[in-house]
């Protein structure tokens, strides 16, 4: 089928920023917050923004506006080390843009994090719409953000897509009214199941080209 409007989650979508991430959380949470954080729980903390997951879950609330820098400074200067450039995503992004469909991005990190990891990994320009969790109210399963995204790119539901690697991705999507697609192409996801039932289930980024021919 044809899908005139694709929008994508960011972290374990487009960009296996996933390490990078947890690296920094638990990086701050040992030095500012005193304890230790394993990946599994640095995950679970996923949905608000990267300083809304500071200020929510530390025990020393005193620490919290140094935590968020340093975070930020190890986000920044850490993100080549632990954030490879994926050419297939790369590649998707641009045929996309090509064929004149509307792409659109909807996250729950923080704009600032965004911006770095979109100079750092060339996605300047891919996307007409971007919005990060700093957008709305209410993190994802909220709908509201991908709401939001279809009106601004006046995009009919039956022909828009919402890709994620999280469940809560797809039930962000089911709760806007349009397609879903819960994707484990990169080498680290949220979500290892997707109770929430996705249209489509792709482990290659080849799974959606070959939907798209």
């Not at 200067?77 to 641009?94: A, D, F, G, R, W």
């Not at 349009?178 to 249209?199: C, G």
Request: a negative charge; charged letters at 25%; hydrophobic letters at 35%.
């Amino acid at each position: 089928m044809e899908f005139r409007t694709v929008l994508f989650d960011f972290d374990g979508t487009v960009a296996n920023t996933l390490p990078l991430c947890i690296h920094g959380f638990q990086t701050v949470f040992k030095k500012y917050d005193l304890r230790s954080v394993d990946a599994a729980g640095v995950v679970s903390m996923f949905g608000p923004t990267d300083d809304g997951m500071i200020l929510k879950n530390f025990h020393h609330q005193e620490n919290v506006q140094e935590a968020i820098e340093l975070y930020y400074e190890i986000y920044e200067t850490e993100h080549q080390k632990y954030v490879e450039p994926n050419s297939e995503i790369l590649s998707l992004l641009k045929e996309l843009k090509h064929r004149g469909t509307r792409v659109g991005l909807i996250t729950g990190k923080s704009r600032r994090a965004y911006q770095i990891s979109e100079k750092a990994l060339g996605f300047e320009g891919l996307f007409e719409s971007v919005i990060t969790g700093d957008d709305v109210d209410l993190p994802k399963p909220d709908p509201s953000g991908i709401l939001s995204t279809l009106d601004e790119l006046n995009a009919d539901k039956e022909s828009s897509i919402y890709i994620g690697d999280s469940n809560s991705d797809i039930l962000a999507g089911k709760a806007a009214g349009i397609h879903t697609a819960a994707v484990q192409w990169l080498p680290v996801t949220q979500s290892s199941t997707y109770p929430a039932n996705p249209d489509f289930y792709w482990t290659r980024v080849e799974d959606f080209v070959q939907l798209l021919k």
